[in-house]
């Protein structure tokens, strides 16, 4: 179903609204909160959560494009799931995500950046400059949290080229940060 209606039916109240976000999102929301939360039983109530937030938010807002805003719906709620979970605990292979790209941002880490959507907006100029294969490698790594195992396997590449290629993308985006005025604290 195309988003505009599924939008609509979210607009008129109808059930058949979270049965259409299900078919048409369900599989890469669940995948999301895995990638997050690491248990599928999790992945699976987060994902529910997800649509109940959607159905909560839709209306008054009205999303186009809608595939964004329902997977940063479910990501951003994958999130605070994990962080309630494990409050102090780092055990998620998000967080080995994470902290990989902590290395090449400024400040000690992502929350202590001052500006938050400037960055956003400097790491999209950024990722522009990048060729398509690279972007993608990005964002399903330090947006969608999937294993290098999983990107490597989707793109028929040897893991071992997957991890030269994010840790020079990572080297890449230190400079240009450097470049557009970001410093780090040593």
Known sequence: MEDKKIIKL????????ITELAARFGKQ????????????LDAEECTNDTYLALWNAIPPVSPDPLAPYVYRTGRNTALKRLHRDTAKKRDSRYDVSLEELNECLPGETMEQ??????????????LDTKSKESRYIFVRRY???????????????KENAVYVRLNRIRSSLKEYL???GYHYEA
């Open 10 to 17: 979210l607009f008129a109240r109808a059930e058949s609204a």
């Open 29 to 40: 929301l669940q995948r999301i909160a895995y990638n997050i939360l690491g248990n599928p």
């Open 113 to 126: 950046t001052v500006d938050a959507r400037e960055l956003g907006r400097t790491m999209d100029r950024f």
């Open 143 to 157: 947006w969608f949290g999937d294993s290098v195992a999983d990107i490597a396997k989707e793109l028929k590449l």
């Open 178 to 180: 450097l470049k557009e």
